[in-house]
């Protein structure tokens, strides 16, 4: 069996995503319970809790809510990497192991429209307009849509030619290709929906977003164990899956399928909503939204780019690896990626993950608070901390390499074998790469978006791609797996340095 785990290597980048996105709530979910406690809903209430408690056990606590936030999502990833692994051989695997590098885009795409429109709403919805935020909202469902649509209609077309470029072989390229095209079929509703399930948190529905996110999660975990076990569908059950996982938060536009509550009040004609299970909603769609204006398609823009750059690095990583041990034939190396990116290097992602939306909502408030020494010990908390966790568990992990690796690969002893010497290169010192995220949130926390996206692509498009293919073409394939560690010890120079520079320069002020 020898790519019987390729599908699995962006695997983890999906779930790494909808992970973070349940970390990110549930930090959020410990800012709103700090602040609405026993204590009075007034600002000396808040300077007691994130303005004035102390900085570290305030950090660990919202991390400690973080990680409860993911721990069933990477269970649920583990148990379906198992299910997947066993019950497809290894071609259908190589196949959707192509299929996840557009997951990945998907994600990006996703996160970033999400990003943007909520971004444009919410300002408009402070400033006090909620017709404008109304419009944008509108609008911006059409420019999502629509571009999801075009998206979808390009890879369609060209997939032939895309495919062999990013690992796809002669031997799986017809059943690659099928995959590729049946996932097109719902990728303009998997981005649509995550705008949409964002767009329903920032209309105060949370609850909502996450029941439609689950349910989507339910259902395509169920398909997946039908179409592979009982139906026997192989490769395209399986992208029928990623398809549906994602492409079923496109129900979250069903609330938004109404008239506002005070045009309804006010007997205007125009477009009629089709249903309204929120009455309080301030967004909703209207046909007339299709006339997107230049202006808001450049704020969504600008405003999403940044958290697609980040997120698109990983996918330029991926594929690039891929490329690179596909070109030379080396389908074992392939499938141990797979295991290292879709299960180890996905954990200790997640975690970091945790810790990064943790730091957030701190750094935040203590930003627009005028806190300048709380938030200069804050980022150099976050930093020790995660440098600290994380190299624990990757060095645990590495200790424990084999006998995991021997679960995640089939059961085959060479592939094992193989993985557990990889991934105890690949870990070596992923704790000091990882700092470059803790930097990048902190960046963002801010409003310096500019550093937030270097510090958020340095780690894989500023040095790990580049050293791959630098000592692909002086030593060859086999010393490949040594780019990340020696990209993550570069990537540990500028962190520590420019955390100093603005450590010292918030003690300063």
Not at 63 to 89: F, K, R, W, Y
Not at 111 to 121: L, M, N, R
Not at 484 to 505: N, Q, S, W, Y
């Amino acid at each position: 069996m020898t790519q019987n785990t390729w599908e699995q290597a962006g695997d983890g980048a999906q779930r790494a995503a909808t992970a973070g996105d349940g970390a990110q709530r549930a930090a959020t979910t410990a800012v709103n319970a700090t602040t609405t406690s026993t204590m009075p809903q007034d600002t000396p209430a808040l300077e007691r809790s994130l303005g004035t408690k102390p900085v570290l056990p305030l950090f660990l606590r919202y991390a400690s809510v973080s990680l409860l936030g993911v721990i069933a999502q990477i269970a649920m990833v583990v148990s379906e990497g198992i299910v997947v692994g066993n019950g497809i051989g290894g071609h259908g695997l190589a196949c959707m192991s192509i299929v996840m590098t557009f997951e990945i885009v998907n994600l990006s795409f996703g996160s970033s429209f999400g990003q943007g429109v909520s971004t444009v709403c919410g300002k408009l919805l402070g400033a006090g307009d909620v017709e404008g935020a109304r419009r944008a909202f509108g609008q911006g469902f059409w420019f999502t849509f629509l571009t999801a649509l075009a998206v979808a209609t390009v890879f369609f077309i060209f997939t032939p030619v895309i495919v062999p470029h990013i690992g796809a072989t002669p031997d799986i390229l017809d059943d690659t290709i099928v995959a590729v095209r049946i996932f097109m079929v719902g990728y303009p509703f998997c981005i649509t929906g995550q705008m949409l399930c964002q767009m329903l948190r920032q209309d105060e529905r949370p609850g909502l977003a996450s029941a439609i996110q689950t349910a989507g999660s339910v259902v395509a975990a169920t398909w997946l164990v039908v179409s592979v076990f009982v139906f026997k569908l192989g490769v395209a059950g399986a992208a029928a899956y990623y398809a549906i996982s994602t492409g079923l938060w496109f129900l979250a536009i069903i609330p938004f399928l109404k008239r506002p509550a005070q045009a309804r009040g006010a007997g205007q004609k125009g477009d009629r909503g089709l249903l309204a299970l929120h009455e309080g909603g301030v967004f909703s769609i209207r046909l007339s939204d299709i006339a997107v204006k230049p202006r808001l398609m450049r704020e969504v823009c600008a405003y999403g780019c940044p958290i697609f750059l980040v997120q698109i690095s990983s996918a330029i990583y991926v594929a690039f690896m891929n490329g690179t041990l596909g070109a030379g034939g080396d389908s074992e190396g392939v499938a141990s990626f797979a295991v290292i990116n879709s299960y180890f290097m996905y954990t200790l992602n997640i975690v970091c993950m945790a810790l990064a939306y943790a730091l957030q909502p701190i750094a935040a408030y203590n930003c627009g608070a005028g806190h300048r020494k709380r938030l200069a010990q804050l980022m150099v908390d976050a930093l020790v901390v995660e440098v600290v966790s994380i190299g624990i568990l990757s060095t645990l992990t590495s200790l424990a390499a084999p006998a995991l690796c021997l679960v995640f690969s089939g059961g085959s002893p060479g592939l094992a074998e193989m993985s557990a010497g990889h991934v105890r290169i690949v870990l070596m010192l992923c704790a000091l790469g990882f700092s470059s995220q803790i930097l990048s949130a902190y960046f963002e926390s801010v409003g310096s978006t500019a550093r937030a996206v270097v510090f958020g692509v340095m780690r894989y498009v500023m040095f790990a791609v580049p050293l791959i293919a630098l000592i692909h073409a002086t030593a060859g394939a086999d010393y490949i797996w040594w780019a990340l560690p020696i990209a993550d010890g570069l990537t540990f120079i500028p962190v520590v340095i420019v955390a100093a520079l603005e450590a010292r320069r918030l003690l300063r002020s």
